[in-house]
């Protein structure tokens, strides 16, 4: 059965790191991509970086320069490392992973771990 399991994040000054891991097990052949996502109360669940089929990870704007998104193939685990938190980082963080068509590149069923929260104080 395909699962993903999150640890880590927690409490944090604005200005400090914190980093998620997100362990994948169950998954096989086929292809996919994984990422993190967040929502933040009263807010809409955003993505936040994104590991490509291919290995190239993209992120969005707001992360840039201090969030780093990486992968352990070999023992199937997938990092958040987050620097310079700031309190608009605030939310719960969600790891996700994506079958994806292998023609298409289409996502055909996502997956989801159970969330984690991180808490930015001032």
């Known amino acids: 059965q395909e699962k993903l399991v999150q640890s880590g994040g927690g409490s944090v000054e604005a200005g400090g790191s914190l980093r998620l891991s997100c362990a994948a097990s169950?998954?096989?052949?086929?292809?996919?991509?994984m990422g993190w996502f967040r929502q933040a109360p009263g807010k809409e669940r955003e993505g936040v970086a994104l590991?490509?089929?291919?290995?190239?990870?993209t992120y969005v704007d707001f992360v840039k320069g201090r969030f780093t998104n990486s992968k352990h193939n070999a023992n199937k685990v997938m990092y958040l490392q987050m620097n310079s938190l700031q309190i608009e980082d605030m939310a719960m963080y969600y790891c996700a992973q994506a079958r994806l068509d292998t023609d298409t590149n289409i996502a055909r069923q996502n997956y989801w771990g159970q969330g984690t929260q991180v808490t930015v104080s001032t």
């Open positions: 169950g998954f096989t052949g086929s292809k996919y991509c």
């Open positions: 590991i490509h089929s291919t290995g190239e990870t």
